[in-house]
């Protein structure tokens, strides 16, 4: 898969995975570099209790940059308090804020137990780039999560 075509998985809490769909968290922080370009399908994992895919966005924009300078650009848009970004970027060097867009709510989640009974699934402790095999086992499980996600896979998944 070349970098334009693969999807990326994306552990986010429940409470911010929430806040992404709904459109109100515009902007997701990692304390590592994040390389991936605009366009880039993300699904998102929500952890635990939920412990399943809820939904996906694309990603709009990466910015990398010291930790401080990203939470200047994404202070408002990160859905985080000053307090909870300091104790997470502790000791970071750079700083990613991926700009998310086009967030779409799955009807039907996709349960981690649905992805592992498909064969070996781990969700990323941050994130990670989906495989082939991974983009089939997500369509497998996911039969109720209507176009979007499919759409999304067929345009991830290499011509």
Partial sequence: MSDPERAML???????????LAGTKTVEVRRQRVAAPPGTPVLLYATAPTMAIVGMARIAS???ASPREVWSASRTTAGISRREYDEYMSGATRASGLSLEEPVTFEAPVPLAALRALGSFHPPQSYRYLTDDDLRRVAAAAPDTGA????????????
């Fill in 10 to 20: 994306l552990s986010v809490h429940p409470r911010f995975a929430t806040a992404i």
């Fill in 62 to 64: 990466v910015q990398v």
């Fill in 148 to 159: 979007a996600l499919h759409g999304a896979l067929n345009d991830a998944a290499p011509a």
